[in-house]
């Protein structure tokens, strides 16, 4: 979007602009055609909406006048009727009807919170809102029923329908988090989940289950997930309080515990999500973290350029630092007995402590004799293959190793 939020008509088959007009001074949300007439058309967005007439290459736009009858607010979807009235879906849950470009008159309390679209069909209207509901009305607007993702077995607290579409016995439903439900009109009670992922930002932690065919990710919205890699389906979900940057699976899979971009950490109970503690010894964010082979520790990388120690039979209880590294971790990995990990930081820095004495460890002989239980870092003679000639250190993010294989990816 340009500063002026200019609106533009294409003639989309031949790949042209045929008008364009300015827009508003402030953000527009939505733009719908009248299906009845190609040369009518209405925008809408903060605090305003606009009823636009094109004609030939000329597109001129009315400012609609909300009078006595509604609040001037945010309106945030727009959907013409069969007889060319438009409704739109507004910030606080209410519909508004617009003949002309005059609000003639308020649905109130359509939804309790905010509505993000509205769908016209042959049947009347569907309308998705932020309560976590779908709406679906007959043609004049009467409320006919009111679907509740949230109460659906697959839905959960907090869901947020953002986009909607009725057709026939089926409504699809899309979601703030990038989910797609399919609810039978019939069957309204079993919503059919068709797609599920992370919403906002990236995904930044992945950790594999160490006995199923089940793995977790987390990312900047905030949320842990847990999928069936067979079935291709989220089977829990978990809300945290700050954007996730790393996962770790204990060896027994009794636990997961998750780095937060806080420098705070917390542990999940594998059977249902549930928090088992929440710990913060860092200032900043936490991009890796591994449980000792034999469960018995769990090691905490950070931008604080630590690695901290953590007894797990002691409920997390904090052990030591092992310092040294000049900036950020990057990766670590622990030695088959669980008496060593190695580092890789930010300055292509490789470093080996005792564990869980903190100790650095610097002596040739002890560090040719350990064996290492993972390796997923990138510095090193063992991965010296991986490197093309010239390459920077950022061209390669990570590693896994097969010992057994004899490989690495």
Not at 159 to 188: H, M, P, Y
Not at 197 to 225: C, M, N, Q, Y
């Amino acid at each position: 979007m340009d500063d002026n939020n200019t609106v533009c008509v294409w003639d989309w088959q031949k790949g042209k602009v045929i008008a364009s007009a300015r827009g508003h001074s402030d953000r527009i949300f939505d733009v719908q055609f009248n299906p009845t007439s190609k040369s009518s058309l209405v925008t809408c967005g903060v605090k305003h909406i606009k009823f636009w007439t094109l004609c030939g290459n000329s597109l001129t736009g009315q400012k609609g006048i909300f009078g006595k009858k509604g609040e001037l607010q945010t309106i945030l979807c727009a959907a013409f009727s069969t007889d060319g009235s438009v409704y739109t879906g507004v910030l606080n849950g209410e519909i508004y009807k617009w003949e002309g470009h005059t609000l003639q008159s308020v649905i109130k309390g359509a939804h309790q919170g905010s509505i993000y679209s509205i769908h016209s069909t042959a049947d009347g209207f569907a309308t998705a809102s932020k309560d976590g509901s779908v709406g679906l009305w007959d043609p004049l607007f009467e409320l006919i029923t009111r679907l509740y993702l949230t109460k659906a077995p697959p839905g959960y607290k907090g869901l947020c329908v953002r986009s909607v579409c009725w057709g026939g016995e089926k409504i699809l439903a899309g979601t703030k988090d990038s989910e797609v439900f399919e609810i039978g009109v019939q069957n309204r009670e079993k919503p059919i989940v068709l797609v599920q992922g992370h919403a906002e930002g990236e995904l930044w932690a992945l950790a594999v289950h160490p006995k199923k065919s089940v793995f977790a990710t987390g990312s900047d919205d905030k949320t842990i997930r847990v999928w069936n890699l067979a079935d291709r389906i989220m089977v829990a979900c978990h809300l945290t309080a700050h954007a996730v940057r790393s996962l770790a699976y204990s060896p027994d899979a009794s636990q997961l515990s998750a780095g937060l971009q806080d420098g705070s950490f917390v542990v999940l109970n594998t059977k249902d999500l549930s928090e088992v503690v929440h710990i913060k010894n860092c200032k900043e964010v936490l991009h890796e973290m591994k449980y000792f082979p034999d469960g018995n520790y769990l090691a905490v990388g950070s931008n604080d350029n630590f690695v901290d120690i953590y007894s797990v039979s002691q409920g997390y209880k904090y052990l030591g630092r092992c310092s040294g590294s000049s900036s950020f971790i990057t990766h670590l990995d622990w030695s088959a007995d669980s008496t060593h990990i190695q580092t890789n930081s930010g300055a292509s820095e490789r470093l080996y402590y005792q564990v869980p004495t903190c100790k650095r460890v610097t002596g040739k002989e002890e560090i040719q004799g350990i064996h290492w239980a993972t390796w997923t870092g990138v510095l090193g003679t063992e991965v010296l293959g991986i490197w093309l000639k010239y390459s920077q250190l950022n061209d390669v993010n990570a590693t896994d190793t097969s010992f057994e294989h004899n490989t690495i990816a």
